[in-house]
């Protein structure tokens, strides 16, 4: 308990619209505060890191209870920041609401911290904050066309920077094309086609059961334990107790004769049985996506579930492993994973399977090489070598790789910056992510001031 004593002053001048003026303590009290400046202050650190509710439970056990409405008023009568136009500006989109409503983050990069939140993503609302705000030298941003427009418009001065993360992710893009249009150098000579005599049967009928699934293991064990305990003049009801199991189970154990009886009675029919050969020649022609096989029989008719068809998939993976010859060739993404690897990062299996790809195929020789060519440019940041790469990229006449070639042209100057200078999204992209989480943390209930405020103002 603080007993305070202020002077209280009265202005003795008729025309004045006050007549009585209260004392103020520094760093104590406020005008028309009710609650003292410190724990204000704390109230609202605990408001911006948790919000409503939650900040009103952490509030009570700490002794200070206030309600969630009350703490979302603090929020929103803290102090403006100022806002001053950075040096280095950052720029991304984030979603208000997932495609109908989007918003603008931008970022001091020499501060990492949030400056304005905009609401909208086309130009004219980044154009109008850099027109009111000027003396912007560098802009950093992804590849979207609206903010290097705007950038061109409001700030033709600036340097824009071309985020590398998202440079390479279009060159992924450009590469799993390439890889698409030449999948048919993905099989070996020896299994091209699902047809050839030479490959050993799919798995069906006993080869399937045979299978080494987590339920033909237990069956096994289990098998094994009452067989065993049986042997040794165990009940019925004692082993069912001791294994845990229902009394019925372990008749149907101790009765089987020799435990492929018991894989038999497990067999039971599945709506599947009759999508089984078509899913054997889709496998082994290449198509090894569980939702993409589940598409395509679905569109023939069959009602069960996407799970079923995962785990025979996966099932379907493993007699693939016991039966190398016949095992399909690796999935696109596989092979655009192991073109834009670093060699150093594969391991000794993906780079001779790697090795045998290229060998089959001149186009995807000459695209790993401009991947690699690429990925030491960037790493090393020789950005003056980017017109010299999209020539020879350009000379191969790869016909993935030149829709992002014209990209890269469209934006050269952009780009060339950001495989030069060491300015990149990361700082932005990070602050999108906490946005992200504040909005699931305030369940879409608060307007977007609150957001706004709690991205600036918080720590």
């Given at each position: 308990m603080i007993e305070l004593e202020v002077r209280r002053f009265v202005c003795v001048n008729p025309s004045c619209g006050r007549k009585i003026f209260a004392e103020q303590v520094p760093e104590v009290t406020y005008r028309h505060g009710r609650r003292s400046l410190p724990l204000t202050m704390a109230l609202a650190s605990i408001a911006l890191?948790?919000?409503?509710?939650?900040?009103?439970?952490?509030?009570?056990?700490?002794?200070?209870?206030?309600?969630?409405?009350?703490?979302?008023?603090?929020?929103?009568?803290?102090?403006?920041?100022?806002?001053?136009?950075?040096?280095?500006?950052?720029?991304?989109?984030?979603?208000?609401?997932?495609?109908?409503?989007?918003?603008?983050?931008?970022?001091?990069?020499?501060?990492?911290?949030?400056?304005?939140?905009?609401?909208?993503?086309?130009?004219?609302?980044?154009?109008?904050?850099?027109?009111?705000?000027?003396?912007?030298?560098?802009?950093?941003?992804?590849?979207?066309?609206?903010?290097?427009?705007?950038?061109?418009?409001?700030?033709?001065?600036a340097v824009q920077v071309a985020d590398r993360w998202h440079v390479w992710h279009n060159l992924i893009e450009a590469v799993e094309k390439c890889v698409i249009q030449h999948r048919a150098c993905l099989p070996e000579p020896s299994s091209a086609t699902a047809n050839d005599p030479q490959r050993p049967p799919a798995p069906a009928g006993g080869d399937e059961l045979q299978m080494q699934t987590r339920l033909n293991t237990r069956i096994r064990e289990r098998y094994a334990l009452v067989q065993e305990l049986l042997a040794q003049g165990h009940g019925i009801k004692p082993i069912a107790r001791r294994l845990g199991l229902a009394r019925g189970t372990v008749q149907r154990y101790a009765r089987a004769a020799t435990v492929d009886d018991k894989l038999t009675q497990a067999a039971r029919p599945s709506n599947l049985d009759n999508f089984k050969p078509y899913l054997h020649e889709r496998f082994t022609a290449g198509v090894t996506r569980p939702i993409r096989l589940f598409e395509e029989i679905h569109a023939q008719g069959y009602n069960g579930s996407y799970h079923n068809v995962r785990d025979y998939v996966r099932r379907l993976r493993t007699w693939a492993r016991h039966h190398p010859a016949s095992a399909p060739?690796?999935?696109?993404?596989?092979?655009?994973?192991?073109?834009?690897?670093?060699?150093?990062?594969?391991?000794?299996?993906?780079?001779?399977?790697?090795?045998?790809?290229?060998?089959?195929?001149?186009?995807?020789?000459?695209?790993?090489?401009?991947?690699?060519?690429?990925?030491?440019?960037?790493?090393?940041?020789?950005?003056?070598?980017?017109?010299?790469?999209?020539?020879?990229?350009?000379?191969?006449?790869?016909?993935?790789?030149?829709?992002?070639?014209?990209?890269?042209?469209?934006?050269?100057?952009?780009?060339?910056?950001?495989?030069?200078?060491?300015?990149?999204s990361g700082p932005v992209e990070g602050h999108v992510n906490r946005i992200k989480m504040l909005k699931r943390q305030m369940f879409g209930r608060a307007n977007f001031d609150l957001l706004r405020r709690r991205v600036l103002s918080s720590t």
């Open positions: 890191a948790l919000a409503g509710r939650a900040g009103a439970r952490l509030a009570r056990v700490l002794g200070s209870p206030a309600s969630r409405t009350t703490l979302l008023r603090v929020i929103r009568a803290l102090p403006e920041p100022p806002v001053t136009a950075p040096v280095v500006l950052g720029v991304d989109d984030f979603s208000l609401r997932r495609g109908k409503v989007y918003g603008t983050v931008l970022v001091d990069m020499m501060t990492r911290r949030p400056i304005e939140l905009l609401i909208g993503r086309d130009a004219h609302t980044l154009a109008t904050w850099l027109t009111a705000h000027p003396g912007v030298e560098v802009i950093c941003r992804d590849r979207a066309s609206s903010y290097a427009e705007a950038a061109r418009s409001a700030a033709p001065h060739p690796p999935p696109v993404h596989t092979v655009v994973t192991w073109i834009t690897t670093h060699p150093d990062n594969l391991t000794p299996d993906h780079q001779q399977a790697l090795g045998q790809i290229l060998s089959r195929c001149p186009e995807l020789t000459a695209l790993t090489g401009h991947v690699r060519r690429f990925a030491i440019m960037m790493s090393k940041r020789n950005g003056t070598q980017l017109t010299h790469w999209l020539t020879q990229a350009a000379n191969s006449d790869l016909p993935g790789l030149n829709s992002f070639i014209r990209g890269i042209e469209r934006d050269h100057a952009a780009v060339t910056a950001g495989l030069t200078l060491p300015w990149s």
